[in-house]
C-alpha cells in the first residue's frame, strides 16, 4: 500500500501537495476545493457538492492509523485514508473535468453563495 509521507499546504493559493513514500510518482498538488468536493463523505451519489471555490483548509490531523482528519472551513470534517489520496492522486485531472461538466450540467455554481471578506 502506498502511504502518504507528506502533506504541504499553502495557505495563499489554496493548494495541497501530497507525497507519497516509496512512489516514483511525483507528488500532487491539489486545490482545497477539489479536495472538499471528493471528501469521502460525499459519496452519497446525491447531488454534487457545489459552491466550495472558496473553502479553506484549515488543519490536518492523524487518526491513528487508520487516516487524516481533514477540517475545513466550511464546517466540514472528513477522514481521508492513504488509499483515499491515492485514488484522488491517480485519478485528479479525469475526477475534476467530470466535475467540472456535472456543475455546468446541472446548472450549479462553484462561487459563494455569499461574498466573504476578510480584513
Request: a positive charge; proline letters at 3%; glycine letters at 2%.
Amino acid at each position: 500500500m502506498n502511504k502518504v509521507s507528506r502533506f504541504t499546504l499553502n495557505a495563499k493559493k489554496a493548494l495541497l501537495t501530497v507525497t507519497f513514500e516509496r512512489s516514483k510518482q511525483k507528488p500532487t498538488v491539489m486545490s482545497y476545493e477539489f479536495v472538499r468536493v471528493f471528501s469521502p463523505q460525499n459519496d452519497s451519489g446525491e447531488k454534487p457538492v457545489a459552491h466550495k471555490k472558496q473553502v479553506r483548509l484549515l488543519a490536518i490531523e492523524s487518526v491513528a492509523k487508520y487516516g487524516y482528519r481533514l477540517i475545513f472551513n466550511d464546517q466540514h470534517q472528513a477522514i481521508y485514508t492513504d488509499e483515499d489520496f491515492s485514488v484522488l492522486c491517480a485519478q485528479h485531472d479525469t475526477l475534476w473535468q467530470e466535475y467540472l461538466a456535472i456543475m455546468k450540467e446541472k446548472g450549479l455554481s462553484r462561487e459563494a453563495l455569499i461574498n466573504i471578506t476578510q480584513l
